[in-house]
C-alpha cells in the first residue's frame, strides 16, 4: 500500500511538471510571435504602393518604371535633423527592388544588410537616392552625365520621408505595419529630341546628334539637398541616347539627362550626309530646371532645322518606395 501512494504521488509530480513545462514553451512561442515593443529590435522592411496616375519613375531599362534589381540606397536619421541614427547606423544600406514587371511601383529587400528602427522608440526619417553607390557617403554624391550610353546609372533621384510624415516614424510604426512612404524626385533634367524627315531629306541614316558646351559635372549633396547641384562645371559635348521611335511618333528619337542649369552658349549639332544643322539650344531653352522634361520636334529640312517644343514636369513621372 505504501509503494502504491509513492507511486501515485511521483505520477503527480510528473504530471505537475509536464503541464508547468507546456505553459512555458507556450509562453515561448508567443514571445517568438509578437516582437517586445521595449527590447526587440523592429527591422524596416521595404515594401511598395500603387500610384493611381500614369506619371512613372525613369529607372533601370523600364523606360519610366521600376524594374526587378533596381537598387536604392537608404539613410536613416534623427527625425527633423541631417544626423544619422548612431543607435542602428542604418547608413547607405542597399534595397533591391522586386516586381514582376516594370512598374511605377516597387517592393524593395535588403540586399546585405537589413535596416532597424531604433529600440528605445526614438523618432527617425529615412532618405534614400537612387541608383545606389558602393561606398556612397551622406554628403556629396558625384554626378556625371558626360556619357549618356547607360542613363541608369545618371538618372538622379531622391527621396525624403519627412515629405510624407514630418513628425517622423518609430519602433511603433514598424510594430503596427504601418508603411514610411518615400516620394522619388527627379534631381536632374531630360531633353528628348523628336526628329523628322523634312524637305529634302529623304533619309535619316547616318544622322549624328551632339549637344555642344554644357556643363556635364556636378555635386549633389544628400544631407542637404535644397541648394541644388554645386560645383557645377566641366563643359563638353554630349552625345543623346538613340532610342527606339514608336510608330508615328517621329522618324528618330535621342534624349539626354543633363544638368539643370543656365544653357548659356549650347546649341545641338544635326550632321546628315556631309551637311551640319545647328540649333541654337540656349535660344529656346535658356535655363534647365531641375524635375523638368523637355520635349521638343526638330523638321530637319535641306535648308536648315526647325524645332517646335514643349515643356513638361518630368518630376510628376515619379513612383512611391515604401519602407515599413
Not at 7 to 29: E, H, Q, R, W, Y
Not at 84 to 93: A, G
Not at 109 to 124: E, L, T
Not at 235 to 251: L, R
Request: charged letters at 15%.
Amino acid at each position: 500500500m505504501q509503494a502504491l501512494n509513492s507511486l501515485k504521488s511521483m505520477l503527480s509530480v510528473t504530471s505537475l511538471m509536464t503541464i508547468a513545462f507546456v505553459i512555458g514553451l507556450a509562453s515561448c512561442n508567443k514571445n517568438e510571435e509578437a516582437p517586445n515593443s521595449t527590447t526587440d529590435r523592429v527591422p524596416v522592411g521595404f515594401s511598395a504602393t500603387g500610384v493611381t496616375a500614369a506619371p512613372q519613375t525613369r529607372t533601370t531599362d523600364g523606360g519610366d518604371s521600376w524594374v526587378n534589381g533596381d537598387q536604392i540606397g537608404v539613410f536613416m536619421v534623427n527625425s527633423g535633423t541631417s544626423e544619422i541614427n548612431t543607435d542602428e547606423n542604418v547608413s547607405n544600406f542597399c534595397y533591391d527592388a522586386q516586381v514582376s514587371s516594370p512598374n511605377s511601383s516597387a517592393t524593395f529587400v535588403a540586399n546585405s544588410s537589413v535596416a532597424y528602427f531604433p529600440v528605445d522608440g526614438r523618432k527617425v526619417d529615412f532618405i534614400a537616392y537612387y541608383p545606389w553607390k558602393s561606398g556612397q557617403s551622406f554628403g556629396d554624391y558625384a554626378v556625371n552625365v558626360g556619357s549618356q550610353t547607360d542613363q541608369v546609372v545618371i538618372d538622379l533621384l531622391y527621396a525624403n520621408s519627412r515629405e510624407n510624415k514630418p513628425e517622423g516614424y518609430s519602433k511603433a510604426d514598424g510594430l503596427a505595419n504601418r508603411p514610411v512612404e518615400l516620394k522619388f524626385s527627379h534631381q536632374l533634367s531630360k531633353l528628348i529630341l523628336r526628329v523628322w524627315k523634312g524637305t529634302g531629306v529623304t533619309d535619316l541614316t547616318g544622322l549624328s546628334v551632339v549637344i555642344k558646351n554644357l556643363n556635364t559635372r556636378a555635386i549633389f549633396n544628400l544631407n542637404n539637398p535644397s541648394g541644388g547641384l554645386g560645383n557645377v562645371g566641366t563643359p563638353a559635348d554630349v552625345t543623346p541616347k538613340e532610342t527606339t521611335a514608336p510608330s508615328g511618333s517621329a522618324d528618330g528619337i535621342y534624349e539626354a539627362i543633363l544638368l539643370p542649369g543656365s544653357t548659356a552658349g549650347a546649341t545641338v549639332e544635326f550632321t546628315l550626309g556631309g551637311n551640319t544643322y545647328v540649333w541654337n539650344l540656349a535660344a529656346s531653352i535658356p535655363t534647365f530646371e531641375a524635375g523638368s522634361k523637355y520635349i521638343y520636334i526638330i523638321t530637319l529640312h535641306k535648308s536648315g532645322a526647325v524645332p517646335e517644343g514643349t515643356i513638361t514636369l518630368w518630376e510628376d513621372e515619379h513612383g512611391l518606395g515604401i519602407a515599413e
